[in-house]
Nanobody
Framework: QVQLVESGGGLVQAGGSLRLACAAS????????MAWFRQAPGKEREFVAA????????YYADSVKGRFTISRDNDKNTVYLQMNSMKAEDTADYYC???????????????????WGQGTQVTVSS
């Protein structure tokens, strides 16, 4: 089992940057593929970015491609989401998710992720 704790959220102006971090407990972090999802007020949760177990493969939602970068440090049991050129529509609660898997590929399917963090709020002012 793994516990996830997000940090790094806050208020930023449009065009600015934030870096989210998700720290995972446990000693087998490299056995989990990881992802970020977000949920804006009144909207469904949506996929943002995912990364494979050994960080050689990443997927992005079209809405963030070219602006956001997901990365992981398996030695630090941490996954990151660097968010640049932020827009008002990026405002949401951001959640880190983990899936224990033998697969070498990331996944965008939220039902595949068994573990979720508590979320961190991101607000982009226009």
């Amino acid at each position: 089992q793994v516990q996830l704790v997000e940090s790094g959220g806050g208020l930023v102006q449009a065009g600015g940057s934030l870096r989210l971090a998700c720290a995972a407990s446990g000693r087998t972090f490299s056995g989990y593929r990881m992802a970020w999802f977000r949920q804006a007020p009144g909207k469904e949760r949506e996929f943002v970015a995912a990364i494979s177990r050994i960080r050689d493969s990443t997927y992005y939602a079209d809405s963030v491609k070219g602006r956001f970068t997901i990365s992981r440090d398996n030695d630090k049991n941490t996954v990151y989401l660097q968010m640049n050129s932020m827009k008002a529509e990026d405002t949401a609660d951001y959640y880190c998710a983990a899936d224990r898997t033998e697969s070498w590929h990331p996944t965008v399917v939220d039902e595949m992720y068994d573990y979720w963090g508590q979320g961190t709020q991101v607000t982009v002012s226009s």
